[in-house]
T-cell receptor, first 111, second 116 residues
Framework: DAGITQSPRYKITETGRQVTLMCHQT?????MFWYRQDLGHGLRLIYY???????DKGEVPDGYVVSRSKTENFPLTLESATRSQTSVYFC??????????FGQGTRLTVV | AQSVAQPEDQVNVAEGNPLTVKCTYS??????LFWYVQYPNRGLQFLLK??????LVKGSYGFEAEFNKSQTSFHLKKPSALVSDSALYFC??????????????FGAGTRLFVKA
């Protein structure tokens, strides 16, 4: 099915562990984004990518790593998870002059 | 640096009355502006956008927004609110001239409550 999918939908991990959130889109959109949503902060941009192998930091990049070896995939890795990274994470993609299309989100809990 | 502000955490309106959700922005050039809606435990759904052209843009579900360059605003409006419009609304801005390219920044969100 066409669209943007995130996996897993829910994840519980322990402090200090590495965890990777996956994002896959089928539109061949050039641009992809990772946001985190926290109460009182809205959506904050973590990283974004303009094309394969081109990524850049957003508003809150510390503690996160991204890669984009293929246009359709944009995984987000928490290198050593902390409780402050408990959040809902949204992946999105867009073409040059279009709106962004969002995935359903991944609810991550760090214990 | 680009930024967007939604000055109201919450907006309350009676069903049938007009609603306005406010948004102001700051970018170095001409912005791309967006409104999204989020229902509980769901992702964000696109409502409308301003890229260029007519300052009044119409979107999904009867919503519209007016781009005001002098006031750097992009307020979301609907002539007659429905209870089903109750949700979390986000304004977003993209600076197409930013050298980093297409970074899209969101506001903190405004929760809309429509009372029957």
């Amino acid at each position: 099915d066409a669209g943007i999918t995130q996996s897993p939908r829910y994840k519980i991990t322990e402090t200090g562990r590495q965890v990777t959130l996956m994002c896959h889109q089928t539109w061949s959109h050039s641009y992809m984004f990772w946001y985190r949503q926290d109460l009182g902060h809205g959506l904050r941009l973590i990283y974004y990518s303009a094309a394969a192998d081109i990524t850049d930091k957003g508003e809150v990049p510390d503690g996160y790593v991204v890669s984009r070896s293929k246009t359709e995939n944009f995984p987000l890795t928490l290198e050593s998870a902390t409780r402050s990274q408990t959040s809902v994470y949204f992946c999105a993609s867009s073409a040059k002059n279009t709106e962004a299309f969002f995935g359903q989100g991944t609810r991550l809990t760090v214990v | 640096a680009q930024s967007v502000a939604q000055p109201e955490d919450q907006v309350n309106v009676a069903e049938g009355n007009p609603l306005t959700v406010k948004c102001t922005y700051s970018v170095s050039g001409n912005p791309y502006l967006f409104w999204y809606v989020q229902y509980p435990n769901r992702g964000l759904q696109f409502l409308l956008k301003y890229i260029t052209g007519d300052n009044l843009v119409k979107g999904s579900y009867g919503f519209e927004a007016e781009f005001n360059k002098s006031q750097t605003s992009f307020h979301l409006k609907k002539p007659s609110a429905l209870v089903s419009d109750s949700a979390l609304y986000f304004c977003a801005v993209r600076d197409p001239y930013y050298t980093g390219g297409f970074k899209t920044i969101f506001g903190a969100g405004t929760r809309l409550f429509v009372k029957a």
